[in-house]
């Protein structure tokens, strides 16, 4: 009975898919406009070219990112994602959901048991995800509920690698018109206060969803949050008032 409802809803997704919100990029690099030839051969490549490996991620998802080395730094991430197998996802990550939008980075999703085979200072390098699925952050945009909690709950306890190269679009702040300089850690937000006043709202008004009814949808998940690492990674390097957040919890902290 369960996996016919899941079925269900999955053909629900795929009508759904094109109902997304518009959400532009907020620039457009440097450059001249593409000539004639350029935009003929792109026509081409697409009938005759495969392009398999970005067709491949179709799970899209909306978070947020907080450099690791400056909590100040903050941005809204679209990412179009492929689910390898249960415990790996690998995913894209862009400014916008649009055909214009920049390609920012990278992120890289495992499971906590993959998590656990890692050598102890290659942990160092992926942030917790409990905190922005229980809170309502993470969403993917126009499934129904039923689905998108299932899909949550799946990442409960999960971590992720994430590498911006592209300071494209940071929340409050000029973007750069080019990918400069070194590749950037990124990491997730993990307390109440931690994200810049207006960036969820700016999200959730583009998007036209509700972090909080999302919250709410979710709080049964509470119950499957386990302790994990990287939780006090940044704890008071914000500027803001923090306050820890139900079912959040760092993993050395529990020893």
Known sequence: MKFNLVIFVLVIVVVLLGCTNSVPPPLQPDGNEKSPITKVLEIGASIFQSVSPAESMNIYLVGFHAAKDNPSHQMEAHHFCRQVNEDFAQCSLFDGNTEQANLIGIEYIISEMLFESLPEKEKEYWHPHNFEILSGQLIAPNIPDIAEKELMK???????????????????KTGDKLPLGEPVLEWSFNSEGEEMEGLIEQRDQKLN???????QNRSDLTSLSNPQSGVDAMKNKFTNPTTPFPGIRDKLSEQ
Do not use: D, E, I, Q
Request: no cysteine; hydrophobic share 30%.
């Open 154 to 172: 799946g990442k409960m306890n999960s971590y992720g690698k994430t590498w911006h190269v592209w300071n494209s679009a940071p929340f409050g």
């Open 209 to 215: 969803v509700s972090t909080l009814k999302k919250r």
